[in-house]
C-alpha cells in the first residue's frame, strides 16, 4: 500500500486553503479554536481566485492544494464547489476532516463519491477528537478512502509519544492500517491548549530541538487573505513574525510566493531547524533575550517562542542582512539539502551588483 503514502514535497509545490474555522466540535488542543460557533469561511470567488493565481505561479509550479479547517466538510457544497474548481485546474486536491461524516461504511463511502474531485485525505484520529466523535467514523472513513481508491493518511495529536492513551490509541489504529500512514504530532501549550498547559507533563530542555521542519515547506491561505509560510504554530502569531508571508487582499500571490524565496529566517528554518536562530542570537551576545527551556524534540516549539517575540523578530532581521555568512550557509544549506537553487542564484546575482 506504499502508494497511500503521503510523500514530502519540494517548497511551494502545495498550497493550503482553510475553508473555515467552523467545526462540528471544538477540541480542547485546536491551535485555532475552531468550534460550531465560529463564522469565518472562506468566499467562493475568492477561492476560486486565489486558486487561479495558484495555477498561474510559475506556469503550474504548484502541483497540489489542501483543503482544511475548521472541519472542511461541515458545509459540504462550499467544500464540493472548491475542490471541483482546483480539480479542473489541474491540481492533485487533499482535504484534512474529522470523520464526523462516517457513520457507517455505507454513508462515508456515499460522502466520499460526492467528492470525487478530492484524491487525498487525512483523518483527524486523536483522544481529544474521539471524546466528541467515535473511533468507529475514523475506520469508517479509512475504509471508504480505500474503497473508493483515494489516497490517506491519519493524522495523530498527543501529549506524549510515551502516553499509554496514546499507545492504546496508536494500537487500535494499528489494526486496519500500517504505521506508514499514521502522522503524529505534539500537542503543544498553544490556542485553547494553552489553557490547560500546566495539566500536562511535558519534558523540558535547556537546548532547542535539532529537527529541521518540513511543514514549512508548504504555505496556507486563510479566509481573510492572510498567507503563512506553515500550518504549525505561527499560523496563530501577529504579523511581524517572518513567517507571515503577506496578504492576498494587498498583494497577488505571485508578488507574495516570489519574495518568499529570500526570506532567509524561514529558509534557515527549513533546512537546518529553528535552532540555527537560536545560535546566531547567542552568537551575537543575546542570550538574555532567549527563552528559558523549551519542549524537549519539539522544533514547533522553538518557533513559536522565537517567533513570538517582536524584538527577537526584529533583531534576527537586522543580523542577518549584516550577516553575509549566515545567508551563504543558508543559500548553499538549501541548495545541498532539499535540492532548491534558487536561493544561491539570487546570492549570485547580488554578488555580482556588489562586484560591479
Not at 35 to 46: F, I, N, T
Not at 123 to 132: L, N, T
Not at 256 to 284: C, M, W
Not at 344 to 355: A, L
Amino acid at each position: 500500500m506504499a502508494e497511500n503514502q503521503f510523500n514530502e514535497v519540494p517548497f511551494l509545490s502545495n498550497v493550503g486553503l482553510m475553508l473555515t474555522y467552523k467545526c462540528t466540535i471544538a477540541c480542547p488542543h485546536c491551535i485555532v479554536k475552531a468550534g460550531p460557533d465560529r463564522k469565518e469561511e472562506m468566499a467562493l470567488q475568492s477561492a476560486y481566485k486565489w486558486l487561479d493565481q495558484i495555477r498561474a505561479f510559475r506556469d503550474g509550479f504548484v502541483c497540489g492544494v489542501s483543503l482544511t479547517g475548521g472541519e472542511p466538510f461541515y458545509n459540504m457544497s462550499h467544500l464540493i464547489s472548491i475542490a471541483d474548481y482546483a480539480h479542473n485546474l489541474g491540481f492533485i486536491v487533499s482535504v484534512v476532516s474529522n470523520a464526523y461524516w462516517a457513520t457507517s461504511r455505507e454513508e462515508a463511502l456515499r460522502i466520499l463519491k460526492l467528492c470525487s474531485s478530492i484524491q487525498m485525505i487525512s483523518i483527524s484520529a486523536d483522544v481529544p477528537h474521539q471524546k466528541y466523535i467515535s473511533f468507529e467514523n475514523v475506520k469508517n472513513a479509512i475504509w471508504a478512502a480505500k474503497k473508493s481508491g483515494k489516497l490517506y493518511n491519519i493524522a495523530v495529536a498527543t501529549e506524549s509519544m510515551e502516553s499509554p492513551v496514546y499507545l492504546k490509541l496508536m494500537d487500535e489504529i494499528l489494526e486496519f492500517t500500517d504505521k506508514e500512514f499514521v502522522n503524529t504530532a505534539i500537542i503543544l501549550p498553544i490556542g485553547r491548549a494553552e489553557a490547560g498547559a500546566k495539566m500536562i507533563d511535558y519534558k523540558h530542555s535547556s537546548e532547542p530541538a535539532t529537527t529541521a521542519c518540513s511543514m514549512a515547506s508548504f504555505p496556507i491561505i486563510f479566509p481573510n487573505g492572510k498567507v503563512i509560510a506553515c500550518i504549525g504554530p505561527p499560523i496563530t502569531l501577529p504579523e511581524f513574525n517572518p513567517l507571515y508571508l503577506g496578504n492576498l487582499h494587498q498583494e497577488n500571490l505571485n508578488e507574495i510566493f516570489e519574495k518568499s524565496e529570500s526570506n532567509y529566517v524561514l529558509h534557515a528554518i527549513r533546512t537546518f531547524g529553528p535552532k540555527v536562530l537560536v545560535d546566531l542570537l547567542r552568537t551575537n551576545g543575546f542570550e538574555n533575550l532567549l527563552p528559558d527551556n523549551y519542549l524537549e524534540g519539539v522544533c514547533c516549539d522553538v518557533c513559536f517562542k522565537l517567533l513570538s517575540n517582536q524584538t527577537i523578530c526584529h533583531l534576527l532581521e537586522d543580523l542577518i542582512e549584516k550577516d553575509e555568512k549566515f545567508r551563504l550557509k543558508t543559500a548553499y544549506g538549501r541548495h545541498y539539502y532539499l535540492n532548491e537553487s534558487e536561493m544561491i542564484s539570487q546570492v549570485e546575482q547580488n554578488n555580482v551588483k556588489t562586484d560591479y
